[in-house]
């Protein structure tokens, strides 16, 4: 699979150590930086990354900063994108069965390496469930058209 990654300097052990995981696992990384220590920006690596994946240079995305917050709301301003903040193995498993999130970010402050391996294996192999999730993410799709950012959403029933 190919993989984007990136993150601030506040994540750049934990994305080095996501790296080393994947590589390993024999996946494809771009890896978007930071490679310093030195103070940066989280939407200057959460942007290339999340471009990656929604113009199909990358399959799935990772990033990471102190909490993963900032790197997911920066990430989601590109239109396509569905970042996830990742903080147990049964939230990625719904983000990406019910969401098809294609990005995960995770907060270094809170993620242990090996609880991230854990929710990254489940990120690259857990597929779509489709259905009733399927027509949410087409009303999703809807919302970013500039059209219809402003409009009223409609109720559905189950």
Known sequence: MRISIGADHAGLSL???ILEKLVRDGHQVV?????????SDYPDYAAPVA?????GRADR???????????SIAANKIQGIRAAL?????EVSL???????NVLTFGARY??????????????TAGFEGGRHARRLSKI?????????AAEPQETKE
């Open 61 to 71: 995305g990772v990033l990471v900063c102190s909490t993963g917050v900032g790197m």
């Open 111 to 124: 993620t242990r390496p090996e609880d991230a391996d854990a929710m990254l294996d489940v990120f690259l």
């Open 15 to 17: 994305k080095q150590h």
């Open 51 to 55: 471009r990656d994946v929604a113009e």
């Open 31 to 39: 890896d978007h930086g930071t490679h310093t220590s030195a103070s």
């Open 95 to 101: 983000v990406r069965g019910h969401n098809d999130a």
């Open 141 to 149: 799709e809807e919302l970013e058209r500039p059209e219809n950012r």
């Open 86 to 90: 990742g903080t147990s193995v049964d």
